[in-house]
């Protein structure tokens, strides 16, 4: 048997759906605005709109083809965002449309989390996106929606066609098999008008003589009768003599028509013509051309099922093995051959961006000849699987127990040659033993790489290789981060207040606020082990709030024992470039009943550098209203101090890991004699923190150093143990 097709030449107005989902209706708008420049092609973009949680699954659920949604965290309760992607991926049982979380703050869990538990596509602060970026990242998702919603489709229409195969394989005489086949166009295609199925002798270029050999729906009535004897539409008479003339199929719409031929066995054409109600889309033309060369290859269900499973295990457009075939092999993997056999992941930096300079065209391209250089970089045979438009997965099998970074370095930069321009590409690599994660099922292993990638993203490294302590981590962070969500509305913290004093005079100047955490079981909890896991979970912002209330308690507490001093907390910097920190700050104190003046911001330097962009107008708006700011840990790692005149702060603190060296190597001393000359210079006062010797007091004092704290003065305390302390220093500043 054998088929020759066409494909029409059509053009489709694709329309994608955008759903912003923000409470910030100001934000919103500002995002809509710069999404209506968005080009994408002859592709219409419709926008949809919520405010909130409740009104998006009510948008979604009458919009089942939205594309993408931009999805802020926290609208009517702090957790609103991501119960909502549990209700579309999990309650809708929606996995197609791309769900991109853009939050003023971390997420509500450690990114790895996010990944794992609520199937989120992509992750920003929208203080980090510009309007290229955004516009970068809106593309990217749209395009990986339809390439994904294609492969469902074409997915679905396979699961289709394979028990349409099934159905007919049953079928033993020739008039039996063409029925089905023609019930089977109509209802996988959703004819419901019908069709019929014609056969001629070869050569017979009249349409008139063919017989009706089966026929459906509104036609059955012309079974087993020549066209020529029935008052038959005269479309149908064109497209069968079409057919048999150009033996080739005619795919269109309201008509279309299958050609086959069996000249081999017995000189005969076969036209089936089914008729639809609708214009065929691109999809159903691609579906129907599969349909008509399956049937072709000799109604054979073998021949069939080896075209649906190349179609099912490798991705059309590049030619590459597709997750399906990936899951499949790590399943058939034995237990001998998955202790040595590894998935290297490799993300392609700034693809998205490439394909707005080069074309989509040029991603695919890229895509297949990265694929054959990375085959050439190892001894043995590998696989490589197109995980995802932007990341291939290589399965690597041998007997290498360790790479290091020195010998990948040629696999993650690579110079491919693609039509005679040298592309330098940069990869971000993730390494997985499969015999670190050997009780994993594939679909959990698949999420565990994935995960591990994000993370060695989000860390900004180039690679890192995976261990089983890895998933211990992640787990043990997950539940201290539930436990801390508790204590927080527990009011499991407390505070302990540090003092600080005049160098010159010895004189209290005020406290530092710092956070303590008691477990249930009446252990403590390290600050460096909470206090990085809120920042990253999303509970940053509450723990600040939680401290700066406790802060301004103690403030009271102090001036009723007339000490008249002022305590500085501890901020994030994410948390000080949020727009709304400013005024939610003031009415913290304002409801506490506190003055500005009487609370010092510390931000640490290099949390300061990351949000230099947009910090110093906030910095601003705060020394406005009266609140100091103190730049903490200065020194401890930035290079340039071009940035100091744009912030403007009051106070700079020296890094405790200076102090401590000071007395021990020329080199750190000369350090810290140039911070306070710097500060100096600035009129910023300078503050030493980690003084734990008379010697480095001294040392300080004769530096010009102005105040300072560390064990040597005070240790951190609870603050009845602060008021007495500051009852026994004879210089206590007293309220007037």
């Known amino acids: 048997m054998s088929a020759k097709g066409n494909m029409p030449q059509r053009k489709e107005v694709k329309l994608c759906k955008i759903l912003s989902v923000e409470d910030d209706t100001t934000y919103q708008g500002a995002l809509l605005l710069t999404l209506k420049a968005l080009n994408y092609g002859d592709r219409k973009i419709e926008f949809l709109t919520a405010n909130s949680a409740q009104a998006a699954s009510a948008v979604i659920a009458q919009h089942s083809d939205i594309a993408l949604v931009l999805l802020d965290v926290v609208m009517e309760t702090d957790d609103a965002g991501l119960r909502l992607v549990k209700s579309i991926r999990d309650g809708l049982g929606n996995q197609l449309v791309r769900i991109v979380l ?34 970068s990242v809106v593309l990217g998702n749209i395009r990986t929606w ?52 014609c056969i001629a002798h070869e050569n017979a270029q009249v349409p008139e003589s063919a017989l009706v050999f089966a026929a459906a729906g509104a036609y059955k009535n012309w079974a087993n009768q020549y066209l020529g004897s029935i008052d038959s539409e005269p479309e149908i008479n064109r497209l069968v003599g079409q057919c048999m003339s150009a033996h080739c199929h005619v795919l269109d719409s309201p008509f279309s028509a ?92 700034e693809l998205t961006y490439s394909e707005v300079l080069f074309g989509v065209t040029f991603g695919r391209s890229l895509m297949r000849h990265l694929a054959a250089y990375l085959k050439a970089c190892f001894v043995k045979a590998i696989d490589v699987v197109l995980y995802e438009r932007d990341t291939l997965i290589l399965m690597v099998y041998d007997n290498q127990q360790d790479y290091s970074r020195e010998e990948l370095e040629h696999v993650l930069h690579p110079q491919l040659e693609i039509k005679g321009t040298t592309h330098t590409i940069d990869l971000t690599g993730a390494l997985i033993k499969l015999a670190d994660i050997d009780e994993q099922g594939p679909s959990q292993i698949l999420g565990i790489a994935k995960a591990f990638l994000e993370q060695v993203k989000y860390q900004q490294k180039v690679f890192s290789v995976f261990d089983g302590s890895e998933l211990v981590d992640l787990q043990e962070r997950y539940e201290l981060m ?3 969500r508790i204590a927080l509305q527990n009011n499991k913290f407390f505070i302990h207040l540090q003092p600080k004093i005049s160098l010159v005079d010895h004189s209290l100047i005020g406290y530092e606020v710092l956070v303590r955490w008691q477990d249930d079981d009446g252990s403590m909890i390290a ?102 700011i103190s730049i903490d840990d200065f020194g401890a790692g930035y290079s340039s101090l071009s940035y100091l005149s744009m912030l403007n702060a009051d106070e700079l603190k020296i890094d ?81």
Not at 115 to 131: A, E, F, G, P
Not at 152 to 162: C, F
Not at 170 to 179: E, G, I, M, P, S
Not at 598 to 606: A, P, Q, S, Y
């Open 482 to 484: 539930k436990k801390m």
């Open 258 to 349: 299958l050609y086959f031929s069996s000249k081999d066995v017995d000189q005969k054409d076969y036209v089936v013509v089914v008729k639809s109600e609708h214009e065929l889309t691109e999809y159903e033309v691609d579906l129907l051309q599969i349909f008509g060369e399956n049937i072709n290859a000799g109604f054979s269900n073998v021949a069939l099922h080896n075209r649906l499973s190349e179609l099912a295990y490798y991705d059309t457009v590049t030619g590459l093995h597709n997750k399906n075939w990936l899951i499949r092999q790590i399943e058939n993997l034995s237990t001998a051959e998955r202790l040595n056999t590894k998935l290297f992941m490799l993300h392609v930096e």
């Open 102 to 135: 853009l939050t003023g703050q971390p997420g509500m869990m450690p990114l790895g989390d996010l990944m794992i538990n609520y199937d989120i596509d992509d992750y920003w602060n929208k203080s980090d996106l510009t309007h290229e970026h955004l516009q």
């Open 656 to 736: 405790r890991q200076f102090v401590d060296r000071m007395d021990k190597t020329e080199q750190d001393r000369k350090i810290v004699q140039m911070i306070i000359e710097l500060g100096k210079t600035l009129n910023m006062s300078v503050i030493a923190e980690g003084i734990e010797t008379q010697a480095q007091l001294d040392m300080l004092r004769e530096m010009g150093c102005d105040s300072g704290q560390g064990y040597f003065i005070g240790r951190p305390m609870l603050i009845e143990d602060a008021l007495a302390w500051a009852k026994r220093n004879v210089q206590v500043n007293k309220t007037k």
């Open 146 to 197: 339809e390439h994904m919603t294609s492969m469902q489709q074409a997915r679905q229409g396979l699961q289709m066609l394979i028990e349409s195969s099934q159905r007919i394989s049953n079928k033993l005489d020739l008039k039996a098999y063409t029925q089905s086949i023609l019930e089977e166009l109509c209802r996988v295609f959703n004819l419901d008008i019908g069709g019929i199925v």
């Open 527 to 628: 600050p460096d082990r909470f206090i990085p896991l809120a920042e990253t979970s999303g509970l940053i912002d509450k723990l600040d709030e939680y401290v700066t209330i406790r802060a301004c308690e103690a403030v009271k507490q102090l001036q009723q024992a007339n000490i008249n001093v002022p305590l500085s907390v501890n901020v994030a910097g994410s948390e000080v470039t949020r727009t709304d920190f400013v005024k939610r700050f003031q009415s913290c104190l304002c409801e506490q009943g506190v003055d500005a003046h009487k609370i010092t911001i510390e931000v640490t330097e290099t949390q300061l550098i990351e949000v230099l962009k947009i910090a110093s107008d906030y910095l601003e708006k705060l020394r406005d209203v009266g609140i100091k």
